[in-house]
C-alpha cells in the first residue's frame, strides 16, 4: 500500500507536472516524503527587529520594521538605480535596487508599514541595504520571533520561481496534510533516555522554528534517529553474519610456541601482544572474524599479521596477506619468507607479474597445501586462484580496495569464509570507522615499539635550500639514508612544479660523492625494483622518488624524509611519507619544503604534521579539512550520504546513537517486542526509499 509520503509532489497546489519534472531532476524531489526530507541547509535569523539606529555595515541579515518616506530613480545605463529613503520613525537608511527597477518602484508604497530583510553595508559612509526583501507588515511577521529557512535550489529552478520562499510554502503545505501521517519511528523509552522530541515536532521545527532552542531540538532528534538507524544496520549485519557463518575453529599454537621461543626478532609491545589476543580468541571462538586493525605507521602491524597466521597454518590451514601496491607485496613477502622459512612455512608471493609457470606452481601448491602463506596484489582474488582451505585472509592498507573486493576474498572458500583481518596503516576517525566499517570489530595498536624517538618534523622555505642540503650530507655522514620525494613526475608550466628529474640533477650535482636511486611511477616494475633494493642493501644513500614510495615501505637505516613541494599533498599522504622515517633506534626527521606562498588550508596541514606524530590526531583535522567523502574516496560515499547529521561535527550524537542501538539488539536481536514494532516498519519503509533511489539515479 502506497502511503501518504509516497504522494506525487505534483499533487500540491501550484506546482502541476511540469514543474514537479523540473524539481526530480533538479534536486531529486518526487515525492511529499523527499519534500519533507529536503531540510533548510541554514537559517536566516528573524528572531529580532533591529533599530536603524543599530544597525552597521558589518552585521549578518537583519530585520528592521519601517516605512519608505522617499522614492527616487537615480542615475543612467549601467548606473541606473532606485533608491528608498526608509525610516523607523527614529533614524533613516537607503535601500537600493539597480534591477527589476520599474517592478519594485510599482510595488513599493510610501508610508506602509514594511518589514525589510537585507544585508548592510556601507556605501559612502552610509549604511544601506541592496536588494532587500520587503514584506508588507501582518501580525504574523510582526512579532519577530522565527528563524527563516533557507533550501537548496538551483538557478533552473529559481527561474521558474522555486526558489527557497516557494520550496518553504510547498513543505508548509504538505506538513498541514501530513500530520496524522508523521508516526514516531523511536521507541517511547529512547525519547524520555536522550531527552528527545517527537518525530512530528522535529519534522515541523527543522522547517518552521520559532526559535533556536526548538531549532536546536529538532536537529537533535533527527541527527539522533539517522545515525541510530545506520548503526541498527551495521550492528545487524554483525549479529546477522556471526549467526550465519559458522568460522573455523583453530586451535594449535604449536607454530606460535616455536616462533615466540626461538625467532621472535624483538620484545613485542603491550598493544601488539593486546591485538593478537582479540584476534585469536576470534579465530578460536567458532565465529567468523571480521575485524579492522588500526595502527599508525610504523606500530608493527606486519609481525602481528603473521603471528595471527601461525595460528591458522598451525591448525592445518592457509592464510593470505593481500597488499595494494607491487612493491608492498615484495616487502611484505620478503619480511614474512624470513620468518616463515625458519619454521618450515611454504610461502609464495603471487602479482601481476608473475610469469605463468610459476603462477601454475602457485595454483597447484594452494590447492595441496604446500603453500600455506600467499603474498600478493589483486592478482591473489582473481577467480583462477583457488586455495585448499583459506583460513585467513589479510588485506593490508585497505583504504584502496574497494569493498566488492573484500567480499570477494570472502567467497574464496565454498564451505566456509576465511577470518578476515583489514588492517588500515592510515589511522580513521573514530566517527568514521564507526560508520563505514560499524559491521566490524576493532582493534588497535595504540603503542610504538620501544626506543622509538619520536620524529622531529620541520617546515623550510624553499629559499633555505643549501641549509637542508648541509643537514643531509651531515647525515648522511653518520651512515643515514635520505628519501627525497616529489609530488609529479612530468613538470607541468602551469604549476610551476619542481619536476622530479630537475631535482635527481640538482641533488646529483650537491651530492658528487653520494649515490642516489630515483623511483617514479613510469618505471618498469622490474627497474623500480632493482633501484629499491640497491637503496635497501645501503648501495644509494638517496632516494629520490615521486610517491610510489608513499605504502608500506621499509628502511630502518634511512631516517630523513624531505618532501619537496609539501603543500601540494594531503594529510593523510604526508603522515604516511613520514612513516617511512622513525623505524630505527636513530633520530629522525621529517622535512616539508615549500613556498613561500600557501593557501590557508595548507598551512593548517603542515601545522598539523610539525604539532603533531599521531596519526589519530592527524586523521581528525584531515576530517575537519576536506570532509569525510574525501577521504572515503568515492566508492564508499553512498554510506556517508547524510540527510542531515555530518560525521565531523556530530561525534557525540554518533556515539549515542551507536550505544543505543547496540543496547536495543541486546535486548530485543530481532525485533520481536511489541514496543520496538515501530522500529521494524521504519527499517522495512527504509528499504524501500533504498530501492527508490536506485531507480532515480
Ligand atoms: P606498520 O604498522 O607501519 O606496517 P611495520 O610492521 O612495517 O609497521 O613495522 C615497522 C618496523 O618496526 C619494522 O621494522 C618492524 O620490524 C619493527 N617492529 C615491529 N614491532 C616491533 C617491536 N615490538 N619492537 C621493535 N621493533 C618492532
Ligand atoms: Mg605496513
Redesign the pocket.
Known sequence: MPSFFDTSIEFLKGVGPQKAALIGTELSIFTYGDLIQHYPFRYEDRTKFYPIAQVHGDMPFVQIKGRITRMETIGEGRKKRLVARFSDGTDDMELVWFKGIPWVSKKLKLGVDYVVFGKPAVFGRKVNIAHPEVEILTTQNANAGFLQPVYHTSEKLKAKFIDSKALSKMIRQVMVLAERHIHETLPESFITRFGLINKALALYHIHFPSNPELLKKAQYRLKFEELFYIQLRLLKLKITRIDKYRGQVFNDSKLLTDFYNDHL?????NA?KRVIKEIYFDMKSGKQMNRLLQ???????????FICMLLVVGSGAQASMMAPTEILADQHFE?LKEYAEKLGIGIAKLTGSTKTAERKRIHEGLLNNEIQILVGTHALIEDTVQFKNLGLAII?EQHRFGVAQRAKLWGKNATSYPHVLV?T?TPIPRTLAMTLYGDLDVSV?DEL????KPIKTIHQYDSKRLQVFGFMKQEIAKGRQIYVVYPLIEESAKLDLKDLDDGYESIRRAFPDNHISIVHGKMKPQDKDFEMQRFIRHETQIMVATTVIEV?V?V?NASVMVIENAERFGLAQLHQLR?RVG??AEQSYCILMTDFKLSKEARTRLETMVRTNNGFDIADVDLKLRGPGDITGTQQSGVLDLLIADITKDAPILQAARNAASDLLEDDPDLTKPENQNILRHIQSLKKSVVNWGRIS
Open positions: 626478532p624483538f620484545d613485542l609491545t601488539q595502527g599508525d605507521v610504523g606500530s608493527g602491524k606486519t609481525i602481528v599479521a619480511g593490508d588492517m596503516a595498536i615499539p620501544a626506543g622509538r608500506g621499509n630502518p612513516g623505524r630505527g
